[in-house]
């Protein structure tokens, strides 16, 4: 079992810059890929960012290419989601999530393993 637990969301003025993290649970971390997800009201759960479990493979969402940055730390079992230059439309609920040994594929699919509950980030403009 793994445990996922996110924070660092807020509200942030458009052009702002948030750094999330994902805390997992477990000794096993470095054999997971990780994903970001993101689910806006009214709108279905999108994908936003992976990192495969080597860390060598990232792989972003076009919408946020170029201003967000996906990168994980083993030895605290934590991986982030640097985000500069928020819009509005950044607005949403992001959460976090694993799979053992999973591809970027896998991951851009949402076959995930395990989930966090999410933090919200909130962009004004």
């Known amino acids: 079992q793994v445990q996922l637990v996110e924070s660092g969301g807020g509200l942030v003025q458009a052009g702002g810059s948030l750094r999330l993290s994902c805390a997992a649970s477990?000794?096993?971390?470095?054999?997971?890929?990780m994903g970001w997800f993101r689910q806006a009201p009214g709108k279905e759960r999108e994908f936003v960012a992976a990192i495969r479990w080597s860390g060598g493979n990232t792989y972003y969402a076009d919408s946020v290419k170029g201003r967000f940055t996906i990168s994980r730390e083993n030895a605290k079992n934590t991986v982030y989601l640097q985000m500069n230059s928020l819009k509005p439309e950044d607005t949403a609920v992001y959460y976090c999530?694993?799979?053992?040994?999973?591809?970027?594929?896998?991951?851009?699919?949402?076959?995930?393993?395990?989930w966090g509950r999410g933090t919200l980030v909130t962009v004004s403009s």
């Open positions: 999530a694993a799979n053992l040994f999973g591809t970027i594929a896998t991951i851009r699919a949402g076959a995930l393993d395990y």
């Open positions: 477990g000794r096993t971390f470095g054999s997971y890929s």
